[in-house]
């Protein structure tokens, strides 16, 4: 078995030399003995840096098959150990499972055959087999839009560590370096590596960028809900046109809105605190259940102005697109 790693660890090693025109060495991880035996039976586990980017390299010695998102699964947890980027790498791969890797952003490496790595995109632009772009960039992730939130309500502030933004929305460096492969796709901001630190950098205003990230930003918005107003928890953000009402010079609608997380919802749903109704009437109000958590970046009790401009975006009443317009002037820039 011992050779058999050892001779597919130096047709990686050959490998990448040939795609990359770069030396590397793999070395035993030394991290491993921290994970669960089910992840250190199925995978050997070997440190390498590519041009200045330390990662984790998983070597798959199992012959049957995973599915893309159990290896996704799997390979998460390893990278929450090791704070690094981790590269599957398998001796084959089926051309299914490859793309919808590559739509999960999930590194990998068939030696020989296919190197996908997105953690090195941006800086082996010149150098990495990477499929080619549309040139038509993809919606933004839920997450990946409330650390854009994040960054444009900073103020002057222009730049961010990887490890700056997990601690500050309480996210983790896995999601957050995913994030950051969307925004580089994006061309939103600049990504780069100072020594083993993954760095975020604004070069342009948050107006600008805002201008470029908006067509890309889904509505946090999942679906509406009545509920009877008795059984509404204290302190959630107004939300839908009665935040815009308290913004503008919009009159407020007769069913209020209020707004919170897709995970609150069903928290408060299982424990039976919250009481639907069939429409809404007299003594309801509807909730906005939202794919992130709204309470983040509200504010004097009504969702965060950004937000509330892609909850209402699209409106046919010019009434509403001229307070939303009015609305997005008077954010902070």
Not at 144 to 157: E, F, K, P, W
Not at 200 to 214: N, T
Not at 226 to 232: A, F, G, R, V
Request: aromatic residues 8%.
């Amino acid at each position: 078995m011992l050779v058999m790693e050892n001779v597919t660890l130096q047709r990686l090693e050959d490998y990448i030399h040939e795609t990359l025109s770069v030396r590397v060495r793999a070395v035993p991880w030394s991290g491993a003995g921290k994970l669960p035996l089910f992840l250190t039976d199925r995978y050997e586990f070997f440190s390498m840096t590519v041009l200045d980017r330390p990662c984790i390299l998983a070597l798959d010695r199992k012959t049957e098959a995973l599915t893309p998102a159990s290896i996704r699964k799997q390979l998460d947890i390893v990278g929450e150990t090791a704070m690094l980027d981790v590269v599957y790498v398998s001796a084959t791969l089926s051309g299914w499972n490859r793309t919808r890797l590559i739509e999960q952003k999930q590194s990998f490496i068939v030696p020989g055959n296919q190197l996908y790595l997105p953690l090195l995109a941006l800086d082996l632009r010149e150098y990495t087999r990477l499929p080619a772009k549309s040139g038509v960039a993809r919606k933004l992730s839920p997450s990946s839009v409330r650390v854009l939130l994040y960054i444009l309500y900073a103020g002057d502030r222009t730049e961010w560590t990887l490890t700056d933004i997990s601690e500050a929305l309480g996210i983790s460096s896995m999601s957050v370096s995913r994030t950051f492969d969307e925004f580089s796709d994006a061309g939103l901001f600049r990504i780069e590596m100072t020594g083993k630190v993954r760095r975020l950098r604004r070069d342009q205003p948050g107006r600008d960028v805002w201008k470029r990230a908006e067509p890309l930003a889904r509505s946090p918005l999942m679906k509406k809900v009545p509920i009877e107003l008795k059984s509404l928890p204290a302190g959630l953000p107004c939300a839908g046109l009665t935040a815009l009402s308290e913004a503008s010079m919009l009159a407020s609608p007769a069913i209020p809105e209020y707004a919170l997380s897709s995970a609150r919802w069903k928290q408060l749903k299982q424990d039976k605190l919250i009481r639907e109704v069939p429409y809404a009437d007299t003594d309801t109000v509807l909730l906005e259940i939202w794919r992130y958590d709204p309470e983040g970046f509200s504010k004097n009790g009504t969702v965060d102005p950004i937000s509330l401009y892609l909850t209402l975006r699209g409106t046919d009443d010019e009434r509403i697109a001229a307070a939303l317009d009015e609305l997005l002037d008077g954010v902070p820039w």
